[in-house]
């Protein structure tokens, strides 16, 4: 008996001297320094990208101000400005809200209000992923081969204008739009649909006055987060021919004319021999980033706080 | 019952009024129109880069297609040398992209608390949100100089390193994002009783984990690879312009996206009926099939991933 005991106690103090007693545990320190370096490499590179721009750019803005982000564009460095690329900006960031996000709403809400589960709509799923998966580029060509021909053919200038850009950049991201707004949809509780579909309304009416409403934040997430993809895109824009141009003068041709945009600016300047011109092209960089950026943090927050109310 | 028979009787269908009623049907072909469009989008694509590839195919001849280098405007179309590019930017990405988002992934997952989660997150979604141009722009400026040239001094300006490295730190958050998806749907219970075992942090987070979430992993890196092969301004602003056939990546190149831009926004602007406007689409297509497969791939591990739990 006395044994029995005595061997218990000591097998339970040497359990309770292996539980307690610290030891260190080197590989698994090393692992997490390596987990955490990894981790702030990225930073790091986020950190450094933007106070090599910032710091690249300071003499443009010191010395010029706001002439830089009015001037039009220029072959001599000291007097080329942004103005041309913030209003192309601009103008291609309304047609993309005006025509991708409705549209991709509208495609959202059938996918998920509407549609049965059939052949047909898990074949236009699959479709939606796979188009989200397709290189900017390959939109370009797209652009160049209907926007660009069907503008020409309409006797809009000569078809590279700033509708076809931002026609292009709309179908762009178009699936971005639907596979947000879709996840946005699906977050929505059905026991809101039954609620009003026991009420008598129609599914038009559950749509439009409860799921809507309830799924609006997180679409907005969704588009607002398109909307910067957009405006940062360059390849898709080169190769519908924003190359760069002036806006028309005229208003009445400032759709249908030559255009340019803020990242095609920074393209075209980063490439030019000059160092003057690098600085513009960071100054311009920052004016790009200071917009994308914008869109994004704006998109995170509001996710964030419906996040956290939800 | 009375009700209903009532209203059956006067005439009044529960369906509401037919005014009521056909505006549903239009809100829903509307909707349904939308929907349908999106099919219509890549109908167009397929169709436009297809019908332009194979009308480039049969204006050149084919022994065209092999050469010294990538030189459109001669008529030189060395397909291997962008494909070459590609494979050169595309694998340091990757070197590059793969540890450091799975290591990320990992700490997001497995170590952070919520507080660090919900601020590093977002950072990383930032860092996923910078335009490619403005990280070409940064890799010739700052990636070349002061990293690539200073390890290896025969380095050129334009090289298609810094442009990988680059792409690489673009790639780093898709890579995280998707696999630490994966690794947190690993059911508690599976860390728990490894915990019970006795099992140290780091054995649970590499010999459970991992394992358990490896079909997500597979697929973030399939993922990321494609962004990388599809990945444009970068390679153009940073690599140069791809001349003839290398496999230094200290040398200036391009890869099937860069050339692409470099021939669309050439200075010498390429007319419409040449046979070098028309490799675009050439280009365009490899492109899309390269893309294309390796989604679908990418897609069906994400898949597998999902019905695991």
Known sequence: MTTVARSAQAAGASVQDGLSRRRRDVPGTLFLILLLGSLLFSLAILFILLADVLTKASPVFAERGADFLTAPLSSNPSKAGVGQGIIGTAILGVIVALTAFPFGIATATYLEEYARDSRLTRFIQVNIRNLAGVPSVVYGLLGLSVFVALFESLGLGNGRNVLAGGATLAVLVLPIVIITSIEALRAVPNSIREAGYGVGASRWEVTRHLVLPAAAPGVLTGTVLALSRALGETAPLVLAGAVLGSFSADVSKVLTGSYTALPAIVYDWSRKPQDAFRADAAAAIVVLLAITLLANAIAIYLRNRYERTS | ?309
């Open chain 2, 1 to 309: 019952m009375a009700h209903a028979t009532a209203a059956a009787a006067a005439g009044v269908s529960l369906r509401g009024s037919p005014r009521r009623q056909r505006r549903e049907r239009i809100v829903r072909l509307v909707f349904q129109g939308a929907a349908l469009a999106t099919v219509v989008i890549s109908a167009f694509i397929v169709w436009t880069v297809l019908a332009q590839a194979i009308d480039f195919l049969s204006r050149i001849d084919l022994s065209q297609l092999v050469g010294i280098g990538w030189f459109p405007r001669r008529g030189i179309f060395d397909v291997a040398t962008l494909l070459i590019g590609t494979l050169i930017v595309t694998t340091i990405a990757m070197l590059l992209a793969a540890p450091v988002g799975l290591a990320s992934a990992i700490y997001i997952s497995e170590y952070a608390t919520p507080r660090v989660r919900r601020t590093v997150k977002p950072i990383l979604e930032i860092l996923a949100g910078i335009p490619s141009v403005v990280l070409g722009f940064f890799a010739l400026t700052v990636i070349t100089p002061d990293f690539v040239q200073q390890l290896f001094s025969q380095a050129s300006v334009f090289n298609m390193a810094a442009a990988g490295i680059a792409v690489g730190v673009l790639s780093v958050p898709l890579v995280a994002s998707v696999s630490e998806d994966a690794m947190r749907a690993v059911p508690i219970t599976l860390r728990e009783a490894s915990y019970g075992l006795g099992a140290r942090k780091i054995t649970t987070s590499l010999r459970v984990v991992f394992p358990a979430a490896v079909s997500g992993i597979v697929a973030a890196l399939i993922l990321a690879t494609s962004r990388a092969v599809g990945e444009t301004m970068v390679v153009a602003v940073a690599a140069g312009a791809p001349q003839a056939r290398t496999w230094d990546p200290l040398d200036p190149g391009g890869t099937m996206t860069s050339a692409m831009v470099l021939l669309a926004s050439g200075s010498d602007q390429v007319t419409g009926n040449s046979a070098a406007f028309q490799s675009l689409f050439f280009l365009g297509l490899m492109l899309f099939v390269i893309t294309l497969v390796l989604n679908v791939l990418g897609d069906a591990f994400v898949r597998r991933a999902r019905q695991a739990y």
